[in-house]
């Protein structure tokens, strides 16, 4: 397979940055220990923008949203971004020279299959539970209710074969309009001839009137990675191509420190190295390793790798980390906000938050757009994801949405593999319920995935 493929996913995020500052010193930063950094990865909270752990000064940053100048209200949270400047060297707080964002496709749906998988103009785009979506219109509220024919811009990682796993989707319209841009970034899968190439099973046509940019000769080979724009649209069940790009445009210098987030591939096909978002990582044993070992890398596996850049798409990794699988859910009422110790009670569980954990609020009443903590109140129903970890036993949020409630209600639902069943409790994902709180449970099988829905406050035995 050709290696553009795992590259274009962070190449398309800065399509036309040209970096000349990532190999400068600490001058101006205001960070001490500071080094100069471009982070790739999910944006997970505002005040600055987090990313990848890192809480990054935007007050003086140049933001680019789908190559237009823009701010930070135009960002969102579940968006990959990159970010281009500095952080100390803990890995904490950092200054942000720019911001990118660009959408991965923005494009109609061509089917919903209403499985954790769409057909957008011929890319096929996974999500899953974690995935972010926005949509204004009170009858699309969730992805499986998007109608076919809708226009949808989808942020996310690949992992080739035009695949694209969601992390953040929008609903822009039930319909397209005539004239209203469309975009779509991949892979050649057929080459250009008699007018026509194809992405994937999206079928493109090229005339007179398009313009190639940065694409020598209009080669358009198959595996080449590109960018296409269209305001005609489909006609005749093929995309009409305006603009042509290229998308492989160079935007680090060999040695810089790089701190990517993305999907693992080809773990294991070759000792000591796979793929991640385009780039081929390094390891020895002088890699550290955070949440796992060499031995848990696998296809699919969500990781963090910080190095340095070798070449142009090889890194030589200092550290990887690995991202742990939220195994619970929960839905319960805030009885307690610890904002020092980044701690909340919902109805009996202590829930811990990282600088990794997204934060965003998905009640209509109130939408916080830089949600916190801090606009937190005790009684308001908060939705998290989450995983025990292994040492502290603390209940770690992934994902923490304040989502909407009835006055006055008290429920919860608590979602995980059922651990431990007896006549006094019930064990969800290593948090134990006492049964005479609980009024439903799906299923009575250890081992499975069940739900549980029960009054509040938890008993936590």
């Not at 080809?266 to 070992?293: H, M, W």
């Amino acid at each position: 397979m050709n290696c553009l493929i795992f590259r274009f996913v962070l190449l398309s995020v800065l399509i036309s940055v040209l970096l000349t500052s990532c190999s400068g010193g600490e001058s101006g930063t205001g960070i001490t220990g500071s080094d100069p950094k471009v982070s790739v990865g999910v944006i997970t909270g505002f005040g600055s923008v987090f990313v990848n752990g890192v809480e990054f000064d935007t007050s003086h940053a140049q933001i680019n949203v789908n190559e237009s100048d823009a701010t930070e209200q135009d960002l969102s949270i579940g968006m990959v971004v990159a970010v281009v400047g500095s952080a100390d060297r803990a890995g904490v707080v950092g200054k942000a020279d720019a911001v990118y964002y660009e959408s991965e496709v923005r494009g109609i749906v061509s089917q919903n299959n209403q499985d954790g998988t769409l057909d957008i103009m011929g890319q096929m785009v996974k999500y899953d539970t974690e995935t972010v979506f926005e949509s204004d219109d009170d009858t699309v509220t969730v992805i499986e209710d998007i109608p076919e024919g809708a226009v949808v811009e989808v942020s996310g990682y690949r992992t080739g074969d035009n695949t694209l796993h969601a992390t953040h989707m929008t609903l822009v319209s039930n319909t397209y309009t005539t004239g209203a841009e469309l975009t779509v970034k991949g892979v050649v899968t057929t080459g250009l001839s008699n007018g026509k190439f194809s992405m994937g099973s999206l079928t493109i046509a090229v005339d007179s009137t398009t313009q190639f940019v940065g694409i020598p000769n209009q080669q358009l080979t198959p595996g080449a990675v590109i960018k296409v724009k269209s305001i005609r649209g489909v006609l005749n069940n093929e995309l009409q191509a305006d603009i042509i790009e290229s998308g492989t445009s160079d935007y680090v210098s060999v040695g810089d420190t790089v701190d990517i987030e993305g999907l693992v591939m080809n773990a294991g096909v070759t000792p000591s190295e796979f793929l991640l978002n385009g780039f081929r990582e390094y390891f020895s044993n002088q890699t550290k390793f955070k949440g796992g070992t060499a031995s848990d890398l696998a296809d699919g596996v969500k990781a963090e790798v910080e190095g340095m850049l070798l070449t142009q798409n090889e890194i030589e990794a200092k550290e990887i980390s690995f991202r742990q699988t939220a195994k619970l859910d929960l839905i319960a009422p805030v009885t307690s906000i610890n904002t020092v110790d980044n701690q909340v009670d919902m109805s009996g569980v202590i829930v811990k938050l990282t600088n990794k954990t997204l934060l965003k609020d998905d009640d209509k009443t109130t939408k916080v757009k830089k949600f916190s903590l801090a606009d937190l109140n005790e009684g308001d129903k908060v939705k998290i994801k989450a995983y025990q970890d292994n040492l502290s036993m603390e209940i770690i949020a992934t994902q923490f949405r304040r989502v909407e409630a009835l006055s006055l209600d008290t429920t919860f639902e608590l979602s995980g593999v059922l651990d431990e069943l007896t006549n006094d409790q019930a064990i969800i994902s290593g948090i134990p319920v006492d049964r005479s709180q609980i009024t439903t449970l799906s299923s009575e099988n250890v081992g499975s995935n069940v739900t549980i829905i029960g009054t509040t406050p938890l008993t936590i035995q």
